[in-house]
């Protein structure tokens, strides 16, 4: 059954303390590996789409890698306004996205 | 330009009505989804549209569920007979096209059944 799953479920950092997010996966035929931001009381907002292992994408502070089992999102050097829930999903071959549960960060100034 | 929007943004009901949500899609967007989203879960996968094709419903969770499309654009979301465990935020979101675009996603209708 295809699966992805995030970790931690919540992580608490000081402004300036660079960390990583966890997406792992497990998805037939995966077509694309997606991260979204959402903020309280908001859709999700697109931040990046991968489709192969070894591929980097940057925006900001944040950096998404990806390997043939997992991605991460990085973030260096965060601000408070970067707080908020950081969702992955990966895409099907039937081009459905199956999504994690996400992982809450906070920023603390 | 205008982003998807979504109404009613909080609905409260009584077990065993029924409620509709609606969505407008971004203008030009062919393809439109509905989510039902659970605090702590992922956001589940409720039904897909795509243009004029038939819609995907595998993930409507019973026949209380149903959906339309009217002329490619607006779409709504109707839940018949409503449980408590409905209750949910149910996001709606819109891509250029089938599955290989980016979703972008409405603010969401809070929906609590008492």
């Known amino acids: 059954e295809d699966q992805v799953t995030q970790s931690p479920e919540a992580l608490r950092l000081q402004e300036g303390e660079s960390s990583s997010l966890n997406c792992s996966y497990t998805?037939?035929?995966?077509?694309?590996l997606f991260w979204y931001r959402q903020d309280p009381g908001k859709g999700p907002e697109f931040l990046f789409t991968l489709y192969s292992a070894g591929e980097e994408k940057e925006k900001e502070r944040l950096k998404a890698t990806l390997t043939k089992k997992e991605s991460f999102l990085h973030i260096t050097a965060p601000k408070p306004e970067d707080s908020a829930t950081y969702l992955c999903a990966g895409r099907d071959s039937n081009y459905q996205l199956i999504w994690g549960a996400g992982t809450k960060l906070i920023i603390k100034p | 330009g205008a982003g998807v929007s979504q109404s009613p943004s909080n609905k409260v009901t009584e077990k065993g009505k029924d409620v509709e949500l609606r969505c407008d899609p971004i203008?030009?967007?062919?393809?439109l989804y509905w989510y039902r989203q659970s605090l702590g879960q992922g956001l589940e996968f409720l039904i897909y549209?795509?243009?004029?094709?038939?819609?995907?419903k595998s993930g409507l969770p019973s026949d209380r569920f149903s959906a339309e499309r009217t002329g490619g654009s607006v779409s709504t979301l109707t839940i018949q007979r409503t449980q408590q465990e409905d209750s949910a935020v149910y996001l709606c979101a819109s891509s250029l096209g089938g599955g290989a675009y980016e979703q972008y996603f409405g603010p969401g209708t809070r929906l609590t059944v008492t």
């Open positions: 998805v037939s035929g995966l077509r694309g």
């Open positions: 549209f795509q243009g004029n094709s038939a819609p995907d």
């Open positions: 203008s030009g967007h062919t393809a």
